[in-house]
């Protein structure tokens, strides 16, 4: 089960709207969330290793060698979150009414965008042990709840509560 065009056109908006909340939440400055480079792709342009059985995204991180041999041109690296549109639509199929497409979307792209801000921050260690990744993904949990709550209509509150106990994002786990 892939996005179709309807899904792929909400799911930028919820990453752009995470984009504001977390450049403000982490007051960014100028530069913005574009001092933290990543990419969002859907599951049909993943990558065998990129696709995850388990999680509503998978974030990835790559290294990208700079060409020339000049010390100052030191290569950069970006984060990749590679959504699971099969386990996210089927959260929803689940959800019944209780819950919607694009709340949902907004709590994985905010998640993520936090995600991202804090490692390419320096903040956490992306090659962290298993055990420190699961005591940053609770920090990061707590983080998104804080971001979303003041903005959060009915629809995205439901989101917000069944991530406490129905759902886990998973993404920066290998298990
Ligand atoms: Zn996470």
Redesign the pocket.
């Known amino acids: 089960m892939y996005f179709g065009p309807t899904e792929v056109s909400q799911m930028r908006s919820s990453f752009d709207l995470a984009e504001k909340l977390t450049e403000k939440y982490f007051s960014l400055g100028a530069g913005g969330i574009k001092s933290h480079p990543y990419e969002v792709k859907t599951l049909i342009e993943l990558r065998e290793h990129e696709v995850h059985e388990k999680a509503f995204a998978h974030l990835c991180k790559y290294y990208v060698p700079e060409k020339s041999n000049t010390s100052e041109n030191a290569g950069f690296s970006f984060y990749k979150v590679c959504l699971q549109d099969n386990r996210i639509l089927d959260a929803v199929t689940r959800g019944g009414s209780f819950i919607k497409f694009a709340p949902l979307m907004l709590y994985i792209a905010l ?1 993520e965008m936090v ?1 991202v801000v804090r490692f390419g921050s320096g903040a956490v260690d992306f090659e962290a042990p298993e055990e420190e990744k699961r005591e940053e ?1 609770e920090r ?1 949990n707590v983080l998104t709840r804080g971001i979303l709550q003041p903005v959060a209509d009915r629809d995205l509150n439901l989101v917000i509560d069944c991530f406490n106990d129905c759902y886990h ?1 998973g ?2 786990f290998n298990n």
């Open positions: 998640h995600h993904e990061v994002i993404d920066i």
